[in-house]
């Protein structure tokens, strides 16, 4: 049905249907499954980002290697009680962003979206934007069905793989496929997600890859509250009527070209960037 941002953008508006409406016309078709059993099961994904997004808010959750965590506590509390310079709606989601992280970092369940690493960008803005707009549950899995809609087409056209094109197009890619789904949610237009989505990939393009002791923690959780807050700032930019001067699609293949110029340092290998610091190598060393 559409492989391409230009293709998906053709096919919303030649239909008069939302992206996610395509996305989901797309799934069932490939999928055979019905209806109702696509909605459950997207039910079930979000019952899990919603655990994963609260979990560590009110506990302090330490990865296995005790290398990271409670910091989502620490957000959240600094949220309840400062007059916090972003205000509550940006540190809301970034604790949310950072309690996925936890999660994700003391093996418990969380929803890839588009993987491990970049797992609390998706769920922390959407259900930022859940309470913020007053949104039913059913709007929020249309949501989700938008941002795979994005986060497919940076699959098929290039990488969502931090070993291959750095987090760029991971944690890049989550905050894309977030923004295009709030921009959605908001009543913006199908040309405003992508250029949501191109705004979040251009903001971070080049953004490397280099967890320290290749651990899934530091600093893929910090790069998790700031993918969060680059999805809502870029879905507002985009609702504010501001366009991508460059298309998604090409936003896109400028994002693989680069992470392919990318060394094998800066790929996942943790021998570069924060992990290549002396403070990166002790604790590689310690663990
Ligand atoms: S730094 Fe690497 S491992 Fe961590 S979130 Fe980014 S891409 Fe994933």
């Given at each position: 049905m559409f492989n391409t941002g230009s293709e998906l953008i053709k096919l919303c508006n030649e239909k008069n249907k939302k992206i996610s409406e395509i996305v989901i016309e797309k799934e069932l078709l490939n999928s055979g499954i019905k209806y109702d059993e696509l909605m459950n099961r997207m039910k079930e994904i979000l019952k899990t980002m919603e655990n994963s997004s609260k979990y560590s808010l009110d506990?302090?959750?330490?990865?296995?290697?005790r290398l990271t965590g409670g910091n989502a506590i620490k957000v959240e509390e600094?949220?309840?009680?400062?007059?916090?310079?972003?205000g509550d709606i940006i540190n809301s989601a970034m604790a949310m962003a950072l309690s996925t992280s936890e999660v994700n970092a003391s093996?418990?369940?969380i929803v890839?979206?588009?993987t491990a690493g970049a797992s609390g960008i998706?769920?922390?803005?959407l259900f930022t934007v859940k309470n913020r707009l007053n949104l039913s549950d059913e709007d929020i899995i249309s949501g989700l069905f938008t941002a795979a809609g994005?986060?497919?087409?940076?699959?098929?056209?290039a990488t969502v793989s931090g070993a291959e094109g750095g987090c760029q197009a991971e944690c890049g890619v989550a905050s894309a496929m977030a923004a295009a789904a709030v921009v959605e949610l908001a009543g913006g237009s199908v040309e405003s997600s992508l250029d949501a989505a191109s705004f979040c990939i251009i903001n971070v393009m080049g953004l490397v890859c280099?967890?320290?002791a290749g651990l899934v923690e530091y600093p893929c959780a910090l790069r998790n509250a700031s993918g969060v807050a680059n999805a809502l700032i870029s879905a507002d930019l985009a609702l504010a009527g501001v366009k991508s001067l460059v298309p998604f699609d090409e936003v896109v293949e400028a994002m693989y070209k680069v992470g392919k110029l990318l060394p094998e340092s800066l790929r996942e290998t943790a021998l570069g960037g924060i992990a290549d610091t002396e403070t990166g190598r002790e604790a590689k060393k310690r663990i």
């Open positions: 506990k302090e959750v330490v990865s296995v290697s600094y949220k309840n009680t400062h007059k916090t310079i972003c093996m418990g369940k890839a979206a588009p998706v769920p922390a803005a994005i986060g497919e087409i940076v699959a098929r056209n280099d967890p320290v």
